[in-house]
């Protein structure tokens, strides 16, 4: 058998068995390290989640159920799930900043009758319907019950009881149940069975070994968080669970927990190349990290820090498909397709594009289930991800002669000028590079001509200023001609998703406004490569 094939055994990737298993090979070891300086050993998380089990049983949970979890990062956030989990019910995490119809959408499509939530949230439980939910298990001050819902404390999760799953939990089971940003429509629910989960760790994280400390400190309704807690309980690590990242104090947490790995993405590098230089800046025992994009930032952290970086593409639905080795050479790469994993960039057709030009990605695995199975209660948009027999990913990309693969955009995001393809992506990533520049978003408006123009919408850091044409004095020199914006908007915070992601569409609905600075109003022209009355007033 194809080695890239094979199932991973129970013992190896479920939660139950890896939670039996190493209480008994590594009983005193720790395996959850929290923020207030608290540790879970494997003994004490098998013993806790059995207790947890019993209360969620309580409840009416069962092998197949699906347990909501409203949580910060926290200890009752990974007990709810572990306990879901250790019943073989489906665990499914949601965005602490959903509230109204998001929210709604959310409960009702998981089909639970069950969440563990945090106390602070629950005002926003009144505001809408809340379909099949019945029990909220509660952490932190516990409301009189209201309506259909009925409050429980976080005690129940605590009985003097343990549950045992009715029958044992497949590898190819679904551990949980992940909801997309919904950036243009509602979220997407992805089924993520226990065989992903493992290939996410052993297979795209294989340099993280069962003696590294890893921090979690992305979101566990996040895949990347998720990601993070899972790839210890698999290889029988540390993690250290903390809620966000916090620059000023990143390097005493890592010195204070001795952690060797983590994930650092977007501007966490950006910060902390802003922190004033020591002579400690490599007096740390960090020495892998999980970096996207790969880019000038995150080099410049690689080498004032001496870390072994490594970047990759991922997405919910895969496993670490495309990953780099230790800082590489190239930039704005993602990396390599991993053993067992194919990779093409195909047209609408899906027929593979040459070498350099932009087409989607699409993806297949050799081992089953490694790639999800689907959107729950969402038949046609599996099949349409599923179409051919790959994956499509929803994403441009390019690959190199040397088979080094490229993130462009999203397909939905990209931008036509004049004949030329330009990456929204490409735009913003060089004006992030500003040192007054907090957040860029690049996005199409109509042209009088035809096709797009380039809009730049970005905002300023505290106590800082964006003057566009500065901004555009700066894109000059590191953007092709064809790709600088003609016009740039600075607004004083971005919409976005409860995810804290961008969301382009308000954007390109607002197009151009008012406020929008036009370099062609202000006598700034680009013709043939050339850039001419940048520099009058």
Known sequence: MDAYARIPDRSECVVGDLLRRWAGERSAKPFLHFEDGSAWTFADTLERVQHAAAGLRSLGVQQGSHVLCWMPNAAEAVLAWLAA??????????????????????????????????????????????AQLQNVVVVGNVPPSRGALTYHGIEILHTSDRAEPSRPVDPWDPNFIILTSGTTGPSKAVISTYIQTWCGGAMGMDYFDADDRVLANLPLFHISGAGAVMDRLTKGGTCILYDGFKPATFWGTVRRFDITGCCLVGAMTQFLLQQPPSDHDRDHPLRNVVTVPWNQDSRAVAERYGLQMHTAFNMTETAVPIRSGANPEVLGTCGRPRAGVEARVVDGNDIEVPHGEVGELILRASRPWEITQGYYRNPQATAAVWRNGWFHTGDAFRCDAEGNFFFVDR??????????????????????CHPSVLEAAAIPVPSTESEDEVLLVVTANAGQVVEPRALLRFLVPRLAHFMLPRYIRVVPEMPKTPTAKIEKHRL?????????????????????????????D
């Not at 006598?523 to 009355?533: E, I, K, L, P, W």
């Open 85 to 130: 989990n250790y019943l073989g019910a489906v665990h499914v995490p949601i965005n602490t900043g959903y509230r109204g119809r998001l929210l709604q959408h959310a409960i009702e499509l998981s089909d639970a009758n069950v969440m563990v939530a945090h106390a602070s949230l629950l005002s926003r439980l009144q505001e809408i319907e809340t």
């Open 411 to 432: 397909m939905k995001d990209a931008i036509r000028r004049r004949g030329e393809n330009i990456s929204s992506f490409e735009v913003e990533a060089e004006a992030l």
């Open 508 to 536: 390109r609905a607002e197009g151009v406004t008012a406020d929008t600075w036009d370099r062609e109003a202000h006598g700034v022209t680009v013709r043939g490569g050339q850039v001419a009355g940048l520099d009058s």
